[in-house]
T-cell receptor, first 113, second 110 residues
Framework: GAGVSQTPSNKVTEKGKYVELRCDPISGHTALYWYRQSLGQGPEFLIYFQGTGAADDSGLPNDRFFAVRPEGSVSTLKIQRTERGDSAVYLCASSLISNDEQFFGPGTRLTVL | GQQLNQSPQSMFIQEGEDVSMNCTSS?????WLWYKQDPGEGPVLLIA?????ELTSNGRLTAQFGITRKDSFLNISASIPSDVGIYFCAGLGANSKLTFGKGITLSVRP
């Protein structure tokens, strides 16, 4: 069976631009998570969806970051007016139910020039 | 944000040796997970621990969930070159969020 997939694998953009990062979770997984990983650090939580709704968005750094999961499957992380400090690997994970083992995708490496 | 404590940052061992990694936290977690990450990849789940005091094995890997629920260790026995990578511990709280350590980079000399 397919694991979590993320597109694109790499994204280079200019400061001030808008970007969208996509995550396809494991089929049937109801919970979906976004994390951000900076160099030399562990992943840090951004937002978590249970079904279509954002159950916890407390990790989003500011209002330039937004995520949606309109049909309870694919999710898109949206970053407006990108800044150089947004450069990181954005990881998506999914789990069958909440509070369960989380399985990660390969990540999207975002570089803001 | 809060992170779990993993040290040292790097470990160097000889192929065939055993290695042990520890992870501690100031907070209690209900579930502990150990992940391995290779360059350019996402973390891959190795072992999940659900109960304080639990000892679980997965092939050459053994992990234990500390009695206080604030620590865990991972042992790798008879290391091989493909064990090279970054090992992360992660605590899963009641809020479904994973809190990660900074990771330990393992190097295996042939």
């Amino acid at each position: 069976g397919a694991g979590v997939s993320q597109t694109p694998s790499n994204k280079v953009t200019e400061k001030g631009k808008y970007v969208e990062l996509r995550c396809d979770p494991i089929s049937g997984h109801t919970a979906l998570y976004w994390y951000r990983q900076s160099l030399g650090q562990g992943p840090e939580f951004l937002i978590y969806f249970q079904g279509t709704g954002a159950a916890d968005d407390s990790g989003l750094p500011n209002d330039r970051f937004f995520a949606v999961r309109p049909e309870g499957s694919v999710s898109t992380l949206k970053i407006q007016r990108t800044e150089r400090g947004d450069s990181a690997v954005y990881l998506c994970a999914s789990s069958l139910i909440s509070n369960d083992e989380q399985f990660f995708g390969p990540g999207t490496r975002l570089t803001v020039l | 944000g809060q992170q779990l404590n993993q040290s040292p940052q790097s470990m160097f061992i000889q192929e065939g040796e055993d290695v042990s990694m520890n992870c501690t936290s100031s907070s209690i977690f209900n579930t502990w997970l150990w992940y391995k990450q290779d360059p350019g990849e996402g973390p891959v789940l190795l072992i999940a621990l659900y109960k304080a005091g639990e000892l679980t094995s997965n092939g050459r890997l053994t992990a234990q969930f500390g009695i206080t629920r604030k620590d865990s260790f991972l042992n790798i026995s008879a290391s091989i070159p493909s064990d090279v990578g970054i090992y992360f511990c992660a605590g899963l709280g009641a809020n479904s969020k994973l809190t990660f350590g900074k990771g330990i980079t393992l190097s295996v000399r042939p």
